[in-house]
């Protein structure tokens, strides 16, 4: 038996292979196991190919061994295409014999129920044993098309598969192939087309993590119906960013129900696509909402421009597509920025005296007549500083596609900034001679918008810098507390050692001890039942604000008591907490949810006691610094609350944010932290202070 070889050394094995086995193979080769030996003879694979099948001696003049253990020495890959119930048996063969990895084209395993996902589990522990990586099972295996392996039976394989810069990875079989389809249909060409199956040993994010590394591929693109590895695509969209090459996502299921009950509103809102959004987005991520927007964007991206800002520069013989462009644009976070006046006395030269020189630039139909009207126009209207993509639309010109390809091909070669062409109702071969001069064109004004803004934010994003935070310093609270609700008072104290503003509090457990917290504080005082059975204080009416003598102080003691008496008889009561009344006029909620795939999350939105109603939130993976959490406040509906309105002074972003980061630090400081509320946070002119906190510790280290 082979040693387990590294894993990444294994993928390579699998998708370089020198050498491929067909377990299973037909003489058929219409059948699932006779296509993979047809397309690679078809296709020119220049290593071995070994069919394995005891019916047969030879299949399409290659000899057919009768087992696996008649293999020779030094096979790198086997396809397996049996029956799901020989599969295991195949796999400890291909161990004995040493070879590295295996496509399972087999289903009837995890898909099939509980009794397919017990056969599932213990094939990866054979492929364990064995030292096979398997790819699958219930897969259509992968193309490699720099290399014509084809290890595949997938319907994309039947027709032109030249090898382009695109790395497509898809959980789907058919539905990755129709994508695969559509990426022919416009002649992007893929470079590796992967299908991962159920995913028993190889995931999605590694094997996008070998393809990605080899210098041919530009774009990466994958279709998800599910992530069970989170650290493992934060890995991969990591090194995506260091490498210069977008990643481009499609997944599934935005709408499905993935809260789950917990202990603080952030783990209720903690909806599993939401989540996932969140973090795609903090590491650069772009996310395609169907199979043509990921077309449009890796079209887009694919092309080698730089767009190094927001500015969207639109050209149109139609004001109403303009208009409409211009609308998209603000809706997607373009700018239609006014043009300078440079730029405006250029265009005043050329356009005729009805067009329009401002942006968008209406060049009319004249430029029919006059095609140095088009030319020019889009020429300055690139050349303008404060436009860095330019989209020019047009419709129908079917006369005229000759003119037209020539223009744009002096557009390309006398500008540097990318732009796209949006031609309504082309002519195919129009489409067709200006995709091969390497001009991206879309037959929608708003489709175009879109993939302009896909390119902006991929060429703009910047992945904070988690490394600038100092580390936390904490004291031993997790010695003392084994799981649980940690009790208000130590979790202040606590949460204030990690650089956490946090409003200060004094425990009463009697009237008597609660004046005296009163009058140690300077000015009124709110009054906050304390028990570590009940997490969310208002909804028992234990909260009570505004005391600023001894006789209120006295009675709410009393009132607190009576409320939690009521409310939650079983309920464990420490006493009440005596807590100075904190200004602030604007009301935030932080907290951290432990997710179960990405792990700590931070939250931050509006609403305090109403943030479950107004669902205004944002989500980070911790750790992260202070630009990530001013990206967070920007992404919240109400954000503009923080700059003033009404007469409201504006409050500081930056020691909200910087607050955001010190959560987050303690949230990847201390696994044991299951949950965090922090709600409200108060901000105002002395900066944000949390005056209520809910601290849950689970029992073993997450």
């Given at each position: 038996m082979n040693e387990l070889a590294p894993r990444r050394q294994t993928i390579q094995r699998l998708l370089q292979p020198a050498s491929i086995a067909i377990v299973g193979a037909s003489e058929d080769l219409s059948k699932v196991n006779g296509r993979p030996l047809k397309h690679l003879l078809d296709k020119g694979y220049a290593g071995r190919i070994l069919p394995v099948n005891p019916k047969y001696r030879d299949i399409e003049g290659l000899?057919?061994?009768?087992?696996?253990?008649?293999?020779?020495?030094?096979?790198?890959?086997?396809?397996?295409?049996?029956?799901?119930?020989?599969?295991?048996?195949?796999?400890?063969?291909?161990?004995?014999?040493?070879?590295?990895?295996a496509v399972i084209f087999s289903s009837g395993f995890g898909e099939m129920g509980a009794e397919g996902r017990a056969m599932e589990e213990a094939l990866q522990r054979a492929g364990e044993r064995a030292g096979v990586r398997l790819l699958g099972p219930n897969c259509l295996g992968f193309i490699n098309a720099f290399s014509n392996v084809y290890a595949t039976f997938s319907q994309y394989a039947d027709g032109d598969t030249g090898a382009g810069p695109i790395a497509f990875v898809t959980q789907s079989g058919a539905f990755g192939t129709a994508i695969a389809a559509l990426v022919r249909q416009r002649g992007l060409g893929l470079g590796y087309f992967i299908n991962t199956g159920n995913e028993a040993d190889l995931n999605f994010s590694e094997l996008m993590l070998a393809v990605i590394e080899d210098p041919r591929i530009r774009v990466a693109a994958g279709y998800l119906e599910g992530v069970s590895d989170g650290e493992g695509l934060v890995r991969l969209a990591r090194r995506c960013r260091e490498l210069g090459k977008p990643l481009v996502l499609t997944k599934v299921g935005r709408l499905g129900s993935g809260a789950r009950a917990a202990a603080s509103h952030t783990g209720a809102l903690a909806v599993e696509d939401t989540i996932f959004d969140s973090v795609i987005r903090q590491y650069g991520v772009l996310r395609a909402r169907n199979e043509e927007q990921m077309l449009d964007m890796l079209e887009a991206l694919a092309q080698p421009r730089v767009c190094a800002g927001t500015g969207l520069g639109i050209a149109t013989q139609s004001g109403g597509a303009g208009v409409m462009m211009a609308d998209r644009a603000e809706e997607v976070g373009l700018a239609v920025p006014s043009l300078g006046a440079a730029t405006q006395q250029r265009l005043a030269q050329v356009m005729p005296a009805f067009g329009s020189a401002n942006n968008p630039v209406d060049v009319t139909g004249q430029f029919v007549a006059r095609p140095e009207l088009l030319l020019e126009s889009v020429v300055a209207l690139l050349d303008d500083p404060e436009v860095d993509i330019g989209i020019v639309w047009l419709q129908l010109m079917t006369a005229h596609v000759d003119k037209l390809v020539t223009i744009f091909a002096e557009i390309q070669a006398r500008?540097?900034?990318?732009?796209?062409?949006?031609?309504?109702?082309?002519?195919?071969?129009?489409?067709?001679?200006?995709?091969?001069?390497?001009?991206?064109?879309?037959?929608?004004?708003?489709?175009?918008?879109?993939?302009?803004?896909?390119?902006?934010?991929?060429?703009?994003?910047?992945?904070?810098?988690?490394?600038?935070?100092?580390?936390?310093?904490?004291?031993?609270?997790?010695?003392?507390?084994?799981?649980?609700?940690?009790?208000?008072?130590?979790?202040?104290?606590?949460?204030?050692?990690?650089?956490?503003?946090?409003?200060?509090?004094?425990?009463?457990?009697?009237?008597?001890?609660?004046?005296?917290?009163?009058?140690?504080?300077?000015?009124?005082?709110?009054?906050?039942?304390?028990?570590?059975?009940i997490s969310h204080k208002t909804e028992v009416g234990g909260v009570i604000l505004k005391l600023n003598d001894e006789t209120a102080v006295r009675d709410a003691m009393a009132q607190l008591l009576r409320n939690a008496s009521h409310h939650a008889p079983d309920a464990r009561v420490s006493g009440a907490l005596v807590q100075p009344m904190v200004d602030g006029h604007i009301e935030l909620v932080m907290g951290v949810h432990r997710d179960p795939v990405f792990g700590a999350m931070v939250m931050v939105g509006f609403g305090g006691v109403l943030v479950e109603v107004l669902k205004d939130v944002a989500f980070r993976k911790a750790p992260f610094g202070v630009d990530e959490g001013l990206s967070m406040l920007a992404e919240l509906r109400l954000a503009a609350l923080l700059d003033g309105v009404r007469g409201q002074s504006a409050v500081d972003r930056r020691a909200i944010a910087q607050m955001l980061a010190n959560v987050s630090q303690l949230a990847a400081t201390v696994p044991r932290l299951a949950e965090l509320d922090l709600n409200p946070v108060r901000v105002g002119a002395d900066g944000p202070i949390a005056v209520d906190c809910v601290l849950v510790l689970s029992e073993e280290t997450a």
């Amino acid at each position: 038996m082979n040693e387990l070889a590294p894993r990444r050394q294994t993928i390579q094995r699998l998708l370089q292979p020198a050498s491929i086995a067909i377990v299973g193979a037909s003489e058929d080769l219409s059948k699932v196991n006779g296509r993979p030996l047809k397309h690679l003879l078809d296709k020119g694979y220049a290593g071995r190919i070994l069919p394995v099948n005891p019916k047969y001696r030879d299949i399409e003049g290659l000899p057919c061994y009768a087992r696996v253990a008649d293999l020779p020495d030094g096979v790198d890959m086997a396809i397996i295409a049996v029956p799901a119930s020989e599969v295991i048996a195949h796999v400890e063969a291909l161990g004995q014999c040493g070879v590295a990895a295996a496509v399972i084209f087999s289903s009837g395993f995890g898909e099939m129920g509980a009794e397919g996902r017990a056969m599932e589990e213990a094939l990866q522990r054979a492929g364990e044993r064995a030292g096979v990586r398997l790819l699958g099972p219930n897969c259509l295996g992968f193309i490699n098309a720099f290399s014509n392996v084809y290890a595949t039976f997938s319907q994309y394989a039947d027709g032109d598969t030249g090898a382009g810069p695109i790395a497509f990875v898809t959980q789907s079989g058919a539905f990755g192939t129709a994508i695969a389809a559509l990426v022919r249909q416009r002649g992007l060409g893929l470079g590796y087309f992967i299908n991962t199956g159920n995913e028993a040993d190889l995931n999605f994010s590694e094997l996008m993590l070998a393809v990605i590394e080899d210098p041919r591929i530009r774009v990466a693109a994958g279709y998800l119906e599910g992530v069970s590895d989170g650290e493992g695509l934060v890995r991969l969209a990591r090194r995506c960013r260091e490498l210069g090459k977008p990643l481009v996502l499609t997944k599934v299921g935005r709408l499905g129900s993935g809260a789950r009950a917990a202990a603080s509103h952030t783990g209720a809102l903690a909806v599993e696509d939401t989540i996932f959004d969140s973090v795609i987005r903090q590491y650069g991520v772009l996310r395609a909402r169907n199979e043509e927007q990921m077309l449009d964007m890796l079209e887009a991206l694919a092309q080698p421009r730089v767009c190094a800002g927001t500015g969207l520069g639109i050209a149109t013989q139609s004001g109403g597509a303009g208009v409409m462009m211009a609308d998209r644009a603000e809706e997607v976070g373009l700018a239609v920025p006014s043009l300078g006046a440079a730029t405006q006395q250029r265009l005043a030269q050329v356009m005729p005296a009805f067009g329009s020189a401002n942006n968008p630039v209406d060049v009319t139909g004249q430029f029919v007549a006059r095609p140095e009207l088009l030319l020019e126009s889009v020429v300055a209207l690139l050349d303008d500083p404060e436009v860095d993509i330019g989209i020019v639309w047009l419709q129908l010109m079917t006369a005229h596609v000759d003119k037209l390809v020539t223009i744009f091909a002096e557009i390309q070669a006398r500008t540097t900034k990318p732009f796209f062409v949006c031609w309504v109702a082309a002519p195919a071969h129009a489409l067709q001679r200006l995709r091969e001069l390497g001009i991206v064109v879309f037959g929608a004004g708003e489709r175009a918008v879109e993939a302009a803004a896909a390119l902006a934010r991929y060429h703009t994003h910047r992945v904070g810098n988690a490394e600038s935070q100092a580390p936390i310093q904490l004291p031993g609270l997790e010695a003392r507390w084994k799981q649980g609700m940690v009790p208000c008072l130590e979790a202040t104290e606590w949460l204030q050692a990690a650089g956490i503003p946090m409003a200060p509090v004094h425990l009463a457990r009697d009237a008597g001890e609660a004046v005296s917290a009163w009058k140690g504080f300077t000015g009124a005082v709110a009054l906050k039942i304390e028990s570590p059975d009940i997490s969310h204080k208002t909804e028992v009416g234990g909260v009570i604000l505004k005391l600023n003598d001894e006789t209120a102080v006295r009675d709410a003691m009393a009132q607190l008591l009576r409320n939690a008496s009521h409310h939650a008889p079983d309920a464990r009561v420490s006493g009440a907490l005596v807590q100075p009344m904190v200004d602030g006029h604007i009301e935030l909620v932080m907290g951290v949810h432990r997710d179960p795939v990405f792990g700590a999350m931070v939250m931050v939105g509006f609403g305090g006691v109403l943030v479950e109603v107004l669902k205004d939130v944002a989500f980070r993976k911790a750790p992260f610094g202070v630009d990530e959490g001013l990206s967070m406040l920007a992404e919240l509906r109400l954000a503009a609350l923080l700059d003033g309105v009404r007469g409201q002074s504006a409050v500081d972003r930056r020691a909200i944010a910087q607050m955001l980061a010190n959560v987050s630090q303690l949230a990847a400081t201390v696994p044991r932290l299951a949950e965090l509320d922090l709600n409200p946070v108060r901000v105002g002119a002395d900066g944000p202070i949390a005056v209520d906190c809910v601290l849950v510790l689970s029992e073993e280290t997450a």
